[in-house]
């Protein structure tokens, strides 16, 4: 595991798939004193979807790092997140993230902003596992907001 | 010269280019075949900051990078 | 533990804090390869509020397994849902459920609905645990919908 | 006779009435000082079913439930 932790920061990065269980149960532990009534975590599991085996990811931390760090300054809400690289077979976990709020509303309203704002911008490269080959799932692909100045 | 990072489904290795803006930079790139599916689709990051104009001046040393199409979780 | 299981149905009810950890890993374990794409749970955390030391509920089971039992025929999402009753101390929690979906969106949308209609209809009763008292939270507690037929 | 429960913060012990309607057990409640409060805020169930209406007939055996307001979670 590697962690970035820059000012508070809390996203982690795994080599597979993410251990959903030991990762949520510190972070409840560390946040369930601290004022929050609810706690919300989203879980992305690999689905059995097309026969494949597993997805594959690759990521580009440095910009990864700065697009989690928008969502570090909220005023009524913390959020943390954890993502694999590399192989994450079925019935795994790739995409693991919580938000914490006093009120239960307001969570509701981050986790969905947040979720989308990521699938929109993380720096995240998807492929299929397929009869042992890697092949980019084009078709859930989308460009980056600010892609096409190249056309 | 300037670094040039192609991530994710793009499988050319890094390169390095000598010019001056994104826009030099642009037509160098399109003088590569296979990337030219990618190009439409791919955000750029110099030094590892999201740009939105092809104006945006390079120089000697800058880490420029090309984004495709991401899907993340 | 009571585990009430009415066709198919997940609902548990504890003595005490509800042993979130456990009680997700168990659920995870066993939907995570089932094709749902999104488990998002809900954590209910109880807050150190107003000085207390902690909640305590009351709650009518017969009543509360049919109103769960309305949310088990979703085509498109399953649901599971545990809480308390009895003194659960601050930190630890009392109302845990998560919802599982093929796809992130309808998760969204079903955590919400529930969770709202839970606090809406749910037959439960809150209480504040403020220095050895057990204290009705009439400020928080809200009529039924089909209340005042007395009036 | 009707049994009569009175759930959560309502202090008081379970009670039989002799009532064939919802609407004659209403009479009886009122006569219950420590009720008075509760009475406007509270649903009704009768054999685990919430009711909308006073007519509502009950016959002996029945089970019902007076629901003060509620808050979980």
Known sequence: MESG?????VLEIYKGGVPVMDVLNRWYDEFKLEGYGAMIPFIGIVRPDN??????????????????????????????????FGDVMVGETSFLCAVYTKHRREGFKYLEEFVEDFKANAPIWKYDLKNGKRIFASDRAKPLPQSGILK | ??????????????????????????DELYKIPELEDWLISCAIAVNDKIIESLDTPLKDGDKVVLLPPVCGG
Chains 1, 3 share one sequence.
Not at chain 1, 5 to 9: C, G
Not at chain 1, 53 to 79: A, M, R
């Open chain 1, 5 to 9: 932790k820059l000012n508070n920061m």
């Open chain 1, 51 to 84: 026969g494949i085996d597993g997805l594959s990811f690759d990521l580009y931390l440095p910009l990864l790092t700065k697009w989690f760090e928008k969502w570090q300054n909220l005023p009524d809400c913390k959020i943390t997140m954890a993502h694999s």
């Open chain 2, 1 to 26: 010269m300037v670094s040039v990072e192609f991530l994710g489904p793009i499988q050319i290795d890094k390169k390095e280019f000598d010019v001056k803006s994104v826009r030099e930079l642009k």
